[in-house]
C-alpha cells in the first residue's frame, strides 16, 4: 500500500476549523481532514454536550443538533475548544462482505486506474475500508480505504435504478447499497449482506467507525430481495379503535418523530405540523407523543370500533359523522379542535380543508403500531414505520392516554389559504455561495409550491437564483427547513423526510418556529420568505407545541 491510514483518511489539524449556524437549533462544524471528522464524531458519542440531541459526521463536516437555540449557541462556543488529537477508536469490529465482482462498469474502472479487471479485485479486496459517515439511505455507508488508487469519478448519467446489494465506488469511496434506489455510482459487483436490518440490535451492517473487508467470492450468489414496503394490510378485526373506509389522498401515521439516528442515514421524520400533533393528542388526553392520523386535502373516513374519542386539529375541515350504514340517523357535525364521541359503528368524514393542507386526527390511547427505531412515524424517504393507511385497515388504540378528556376546545391557529405565507429565515451554513443580489432575490419575491412537491421537500418556482461559486460541496448534513439551490437555481425547502446530508448550498433555513407553517401550505400555495433577526429568533421561547422532542 503506497499511504499509510492516517494519510488516506486525510489527517487534520486536530482541532475544529470553523462552525457555521445551520438553522437556530443546529452548527456545522467544519474540519481539516478526515481523520479530524471521525475524531470529533468519536468524541461527541461518547462525551455528548449539554443539549445534543444529535451527530451526524460527513465528509468535512460534522452537523451536532441541539434540543433548544440556547443550547445550539452553547454548543458552537464549545466546538473549536475540543482536542480532536486523541486516536480514534475503531472497536466496531471487522465485517467481511463477500462479493460477487461481477458489476456493470467494472470495465470502465479498470480503464480508469489503470489497473485491469483483475487489479480492482485485489485493491478493493487487499486492504481494510472504514466507515466514515452514513447518509443517502439507511444502512449506507461512505467507506473509506488505506489508499486512494480506486479513486473514480461518478458515472456521467445515474442510473434509475441500482439494486439493493450493488457494491460501488465514487470518488474516494466505496459503498453498499442497502436498497434499490437510483444513484450515480460505479457499479463493481454485488452481495447478499444486509446492510440495514431492524430484526437486528444494530441495523445498519455498515454503522460509522465500522471496519470492512471485502471478500472475493467466485461462486453465484442469489441475491436475497431486500424487504419490501408492507403491502395493503387486510380487514382484521380490532378490539378498540378505528377502521379506515377511505384513507383520502394520503393518510399516514405520525408522532414526534425518531431522534437521535441520523448517523445511521435515519432522518428524525414525525408530523410536518408538530404544534397540531400535541393539539389533538391534549384534546383527548394523550400524551404530547402519542401517534395520530396526518391527512391531507380531505377525504379520509374511519369507523369507530367500541366507543372512541376524537379530535381533529390543524387544517380546518368539515367533520361529518353518519351513524351506521342504514341512514336511518341524521348526520351531525362536530367541530374542529374540540374532543367528541364516535360510537362503535359510526363513520367520520373529513372535508377538504378551508385552508392549510394537513390534519390530525388524535385518538383517545393513541394510534397503536410497533415502533421503529423509538417512533411509530412514517418515514416517506426512508421506508420506515408503517406504510400509508389503506381501505379495510384496523387500527387498534394503545395505552398513552395520561390525563383526562380537554372539556373545552382550544384556539385553532391561522392557516394558510389562498393569500402569501410568510416564512422567517436566517442565512444558512452556505449563503456565502451566493452575492448579495441572489440573498435579496431570495425574499423579494414570492415562491410558488410545485406539484412535485411531498413531505421529503417542497419544490419552489419562481425567479431562479445565481450562485457566485461553480462545483457541488461535499456532502454534509443538512436540517429541517434548509433552502437546499441545486444548479438550476429553484430552491427546495426541506421538511421531515428530508435525507440526512446532501451536496446543494444551504442558502437559508427557516426558523424552527415556523416549520409547522410550513408544513400546511398546499401545493400551489404562495411563499415568501423574511430574514429574521437571529437572537430575536433563536431566544424566542415561544410555547411549548414548538419545542423539539426526543
Excluded: C
Aim: aromatic share 4%; net charge negative; hydrophobic share 40%.
Amino acid at each position: 500500500m503506497t499511504q499509510t491510514t492516517g494519510e488516506a483518511l486525510q489527517a487534520g489539524t486536530g482541532r475544529v476549523a470553523g462552525v457555521r449556524p445551520a438553522g437556530t437549533r443546529a452548527v456545522l462544524a467544519e474540519l481539516a481532514g478526515t481523520e479530524d471528522v471521525l475524531a470529533l464524531q468519536a468524541l461527541l458519542q461518547e462525551h455528548p454536550l449539554p443539549g445534543q440531541v444529535d451527530v451526524l459526521a460527513a465528509a468535512r463536516t460534522v452537523l451536532v443538533t441541539a434540543d433548544s437555540p440556547a443550547s445550539a449557541r452553547r454548543i458552537a462556543a464549545t466546538l473549536p475548544e475540543l482536542d480532536l488529537t486523541a486516536p480514534v477508536q475503531r472497536d466496531g469490529g471487522l465485517v467481511v462482505i463477500d462479493t460477487v465482482y461481477d458489476g456493470e462498469d467494472l470495465a470502465e474502472v479498470a480503464r480508469l486506474t489503470g489497473l485491469g479487471p483483475d487489479g480492482v479485485v485485489a485493491a478493493h479486496t487487499g486492504q481494510l475500508w472504514t466507515v466514515a459517515f452514513a447518509g443517502f439511505a439507511p444502512g449506507f455507508g461512505y467507506l473509506l480505504g488505506e489508499d486512494s488508487v480506486l479513486e473514480v469519478p461518478r458515472r456521467s448519467s445515474p442510473r434509475t435504478a441500482v439494486p439493493a446489494g450493488a457494491v460501488a465506488l465514487a470518488g474516494t469511496y466505496s459503498a453498499v447499497y442497502p436498497r434499490r434506489s437510483p444513484g450515480g455510482w460505479q457499479l463493481i459487483g454485488h452481495t447478499t449482506a444486509r446492510m440495514w436490518d431492524l430484526s437486528r440490535d444494530q441495523p445498519a451492517l455498515a454503522a460509522p467507525g465500522q471496519r470492512i473487508q471485502f471478500r472475493a467470492v467466485r461462486e453465484s450468489l442469489d441475491i436475497t430481495p431486500e424487504s419490501a414496503p408492507a403491502a395493503d394490510a387486510p380487514a382484521q378485526e380490532a378490539s378498540s379503535g378505528l377502521r379506515i373506509i377511505s384513507p383520502g389522498l394520503q393518510s399516514l401515521i405520525q408522532d414526534l418523530g425518531r431522534t437521535g439516528h441520523a448517523g445511521l442515514g435515519v432522518s428524525a421524520a414525525g408530523a410536518l405540523d408538530r404544534a397540531s400533533l400535541r393539539r389533538a393528542n391534549r384534546l383527548v388526553g394523550n400524551a404530547a407523543s402519542a401517534a395520530v392520523i396526518e391527512t391531507v386535502a380531505g377525504g379520509l373516513q374511519v369507523r369507530a370500533v367500541g366507543d372512541q374519542v376524537l379530535a381533529v386539529t390543524g387544517a380546518p375541515a368539515g367533520l361529518t359523522i353518519t351513524a351506521g350504514d342504514d341512514g336511518a340517523a341524521p348526520d351531525r357535525t362536530v367541530p374542529m379542535a374540540t374532543p367528541f364521541a364516535l360510537l362503535d359503528g359510526e363513520t367520520l368524514t373529513l372535508g377538504a380543508p378551508a385552508s392549510g393542507f394537513r390534519s390530525y386526527l388524535a385518538l383517545r390511547g393513541g394510534v397503536d403500531v410497533p415502533p421503529v427505531l423509538g417512533s411509530r412515524s412514517t418515514d416517506t424517504l426512508a421506508g420506515l414505520g408503517p406504510a400509508p393507511l389503506a381501505a379495510g385497515q384496523a387500527l387498534a388504540a394503545g395505552g398513552s392516554a395520561e390525563s383526562g378528556v380537554v372539556g373545552h376546545p382550544e384556539i385553532q391557529p391561522d392557516f394558510p389559504d389562498e393569500g402569501v405565507t410568510v416564512l422567517d429565515v436566517v442565512p444558512g451554513p452556505r449563503s456565502d455561495w451566493f452575492d448579495q443580489a441572489a440573498l435579496d432575490a431570495l425574499t423579494a419575491q414570492e415562491w410558488t409550491v410545485k406539484p412535485q412537491s411531498n413531505r421529503v421537500g417542497m419544490r419552489l418556482d419562481g425567479t431562479p437564483l445565481r450562485r457566485t461559486r461553480d462545483g457541488e460541496l461535499a456532502s454534509e448534513g443538512t436540517v429541517s427547513g434548509a433552502l437546499q439551490v441545486p444548479p438550476e437555481g429553484l430552491p427546495v425547502l426541506f421538511l421531515a423526510d428530508h435525507p440526512v446530508t446532501g451536496g446543494y448550498p444551504v442558502i437559508a433555513v427557516v426558523v424552527d418556529e415556523h416549520l409547522d407553517r410550513a408544513g400546511q401550505v398546499p401545493i400551489g400555495g404562495i411563499i415568501r420568505f423574511r430574514w429574521a433577526d437571529r437572537d430575536s429568533a433563536s431566544d424566542n421561547p415561544t410555547v411549548s407545541d414548538t419545542e423539539v422532542s426526543s
